[in-house]
């Protein structure tokens, strides 16, 4: 999950909510208004029930490209971190998606983003081109830390509202 969504997440309240550790203790308004709010920021995603679906499959999809671009360019260090991130992250995000919205179905969803990543990436050259190279230099750590700060942030909304990863 991107810092945007759990910026978004955090402006509709949802770190507000108070309860008991139960699991999903949002009420179906702040359900909506996430799940609204989550949907209206990805292009071309409309924000009806399975919304959730096509913006985890973006995220995941981006996740999976840095991760391959990472390795392609010799970066097997900051891939294994941004990997770990997504594995931490991701049971909890799916969990608050389910929350919102309808369940996701992860194992379709990482395979259709890693075919999206496949394909985006069997159109570039061969290799790390320099140019490629620098950027994820520059890139990478950057990464890293917007990687660290969702990680804290998601851990932080599923403990108020009651979401624990399977």
């Known amino acids: 999950m991107n810092s945007r969504s759990i910026a978004v997440l955090l402006a509709l309240g949802s770190v507000a909510v108070h309860g008991r ?9 702040q359900k909506a208004d996430m799940r609204l709010g989550l949907c209206r ?31 392609r360019c010799g ?23 389910e929350c919102i919205d309808t369940a996701i179905d992860r194992p379709t ?8 990543v496949d394909k985006a990436l069997s159109k570039l050259a061969p290799g790390c ?3 490629l ?8 750590p950057t990464l890293i830390g917007i990687d660290q700060k969702s990680l804290r942030d998601i851990q932080t909304i599923a403990s108020q509202i009651g979401l624990t990863p399977n």
């Open 21 to 29: 550790a139960e699991a999903c203790t949002l009420n179906e308004i």
């Open 41 to 71: 920021q990805q292009v071309g995603i409309a924000t009806g029930y399975a919304c959730t679906t096509l913006v985890m499959r973006s995220q995941v999809a981006d996740q999976f490209q840095q991760i391959d671009l990472a390795r």
């Open 75 to 97: 970066f097997n260090a900051e891939a294994q971190k941004l990997e770990k991130y997504y594995d931490e992250t991701t049971p909890l995000i799916a969990k608050l998606y």
């Open 109 to 116: 969803v990482e395979k259709q983003a890693k075919e999206e």
């Open 129 to 131: 081109p320099s140019e």
């Open 133 to 140: 190279k620098e950027k994820m230099a520059k890139r990478l």
